[in-house]
Protein backbone atom coordinates (compact mmCIF):
# COMPACT_ATOMS: atom_id res chain seq x y z
CA UNK A 1 0.00 0.00 0.00
CA UNK A 2 1.45 3.40 -0.65
CA UNK A 3 2.53 6.19 1.83
CA UNK A 4 -0.03 8.58 0.35
CA UNK A 5 -3.20 5.90 0.61
CA UNK A 6 -2.15 4.81 4.37
CA UNK A 7 -2.03 8.50 5.59
CA UNK A 8 -5.67 9.05 3.68
CA UNK A 9 -6.83 5.90 5.31
CA UNK A 10 -5.62 7.44 8.85
CA UNK A 11 -6.17 11.04 8.64
CA UNK A 12 -10.03 10.38 7.16
CA UNK A 13 -10.87 7.94 10.18
CA UNK A 14 -13.84 9.35 12.08
CA UNK A 15 -11.98 9.61 15.48
CA UNK A 16 -9.34 11.53 14.00
CA UNK A 17 -11.55 13.84 12.34
CA UNK A 18 -13.07 14.01 15.47
CA UNK A 19 -10.18 14.60 17.66
CA UNK A 20 -9.16 17.46 15.01
CA UNK A 21 -12.14 19.30 15.58
CA UNK A 22 -12.41 18.79 19.27
CA UNK A 23 -8.63 20.70 19.37
CA UNK A 24 -9.69 22.77 17.05
CA UNK A 25 -12.96 23.91 19.24
CA UNK A 26 -10.80 23.38 22.39
CA UNK A 27 -8.19 26.43 21.44
CA UNK A 28 -10.76 28.64 20.58
CA UNK A 29 -12.68 27.80 24.23
CA UNK A 30 -8.99 28.48 25.40
CA UNK A 31 -8.96 32.10 24.05
CA UNK A 32 -12.51 32.49 25.39
CA UNK A 33 -11.71 31.58 29.05
CA UNK A 34 -8.14 33.62 29.06
CA UNK A 35 -10.72 36.86 27.88
CA UNK A 36 -12.55 36.23 30.28
CA UNK A 37 -9.73 35.73 33.56
CA UNK A 38 -7.86 38.54 32.17
CA UNK A 39 -10.69 40.81 31.23
CA UNK A 40 -13.34 40.47 33.90
CA UNK A 41 -12.01 38.01 36.85
CA UNK A 42 -8.82 39.71 37.21
CA UNK A 43 -9.54 43.40 37.45
CA UNK A 44 -12.32 42.71 40.21
CA UNK A 45 -9.73 40.72 42.20
CA UNK A 46 -6.77 42.92 41.35
CA UNK A 47 -8.95 45.89 42.58
CA UNK A 48 -9.73 43.85 45.68
CA UNK A 49 -6.50 43.16 46.81
CA UNK A 50 -5.11 46.69 46.18
CA UNK A 51 -5.17 47.42 42.44
CA UNK A 52 -2.06 44.34 42.24
CA UNK A 53 -2.19 43.68 38.12
CA UNK A 54 -0.66 39.57 38.86
CA UNK A 55 0.77 39.76 35.08
CA UNK A 56 3.16 42.66 36.26
CA UNK A 57 4.35 41.35 39.48
CA UNK A 58 8.02 40.37 39.76
CA UNK A 59 11.12 40.00 41.16
CA UNK A 60 14.24 41.55 39.94
CA UNK A 61 17.51 38.88 40.39
CA UNK A 62 19.69 40.96 38.43
CA UNK A 63 18.91 44.85 37.82
CA UNK A 64 19.43 45.79 33.88
CA UNK A 65 22.96 47.43 33.15
CA UNK A 66 23.77 49.23 30.51
CA UNK A 67 22.40 47.62 27.16
CA UNK A 68 22.05 44.23 29.35
CA UNK A 69 18.17 44.02 30.21
CA UNK A 70 17.39 43.18 33.66
CA UNK A 71 16.40 39.69 35.03
CA UNK A 72 13.23 39.37 36.27
CA UNK A 73 11.39 36.15 38.13
CA UNK A 74 7.86 36.72 36.73
CA UNK A 75 6.00 35.13 39.36
CA UNK A 76 2.72 37.13 38.34
CA UNK A 77 2.06 35.62 35.18
CA UNK A 78 2.46 32.12 37.33
CA UNK A 79 -0.11 33.45 39.14
CA UNK A 80 -2.82 34.33 36.23
CA UNK A 81 -1.75 31.25 34.44
CA UNK A 82 -2.93 29.46 38.03
CA UNK A 83 -6.33 31.45 37.35
CA UNK A 84 -6.50 30.63 33.79
CA UNK A 85 -6.22 26.75 34.18
CA UNK A 86 -8.31 26.98 37.19
CA UNK A 87 -11.55 28.50 35.18
CA UNK A 88 -10.60 26.52 32.39
CA UNK A 89 -11.10 23.25 34.74
CA UNK A 90 -13.80 24.63 36.18
CA UNK A 91 -15.50 25.53 33.18
CA UNK A 92 -15.14 22.06 31.87
CA UNK A 93 -16.16 20.33 34.70
CA UNK A 94 -19.16 22.11 34.59
CA UNK A 95 -20.23 21.14 31.30
CA UNK A 96 -19.19 17.60 31.57
CA UNK A 97 -21.26 17.20 34.72
CA UNK A 98 -24.13 19.33 32.80
CA UNK A 99 -23.62 16.37 29.82
CA UNK A 100 -23.74 13.62 32.33
CA UNK A 101 -26.78 14.71 33.99
CA UNK A 102 -28.07 15.07 30.49
CA UNK A 103 -27.12 11.26 30.02
CA UNK A 104 -28.64 10.00 32.95
CA UNK A 105 -32.13 11.88 32.38
CA UNK A 106 -31.82 9.43 29.25
CA UNK A 107 -30.96 6.36 30.94
CA UNK A 108 -33.00 6.97 33.66
CA UNK A 109 -36.82 6.88 31.47
CA UNK A 110 -36.29 3.35 29.56
CA UNK A 111 -38.19 2.57 26.58
CA UNK A 112 -41.63 0.63 27.16
CA UNK A 113 -40.72 -2.98 26.53
CA UNK A 114 -41.58 -3.94 23.19
CA UNK A 115 -44.74 -5.94 22.76
CA UNK A 116 -44.10 -10.43 22.85
CA UNK A 117 -44.26 -11.71 19.24
CA UNK A 118 -47.53 -12.43 17.64
CA UNK A 119 -46.31 -16.68 18.39
CA UNK A 120 -45.85 -16.04 21.97
CA UNK A 121 -49.35 -14.35 22.84
CA UNK A 122 -50.78 -17.29 21.06
CA UNK A 123 -48.48 -19.99 22.82
CA UNK A 124 -50.13 -18.39 26.24
CA UNK A 125 -53.71 -18.07 25.19
CA UNK A 126 -53.09 -22.23 24.13
CA UNK A 127 -51.05 -22.80 27.39
CA UNK A 128 -53.88 -21.36 29.30
CA UNK A 129 -57.03 -22.81 27.69
CA UNK A 130 -55.05 -26.31 28.49
CA UNK A 131 -54.90 -25.02 32.12
CA UNK A 132 -58.61 -24.55 32.52
CA UNK A 133 -59.67 -28.14 31.04
CA UNK A 134 -57.48 -30.13 33.86
Known amino acids: ?3 MKEFKEFAMRGNVVDMAVGIIIGGAFGK ?3 SFVGDVIMPPLGLLIGGV ?3 NLSITLKP ?3 KAAAVTLNYGKFIQTIFDFTIIALAIFVAIKAMNAL ?3 EE ?3 A ?5 P ?4 LLGEIRDLLKARR
Open 53 to 55: DFT
Open 1 to 3: MGF
Open 64 to 66: AVD
Open 112 to 116: APAPP
Open 118 to 121: QQEV
Open 108 to 110: AAP
Open 103 to 105: KKK
Open 32 to 34: IVS
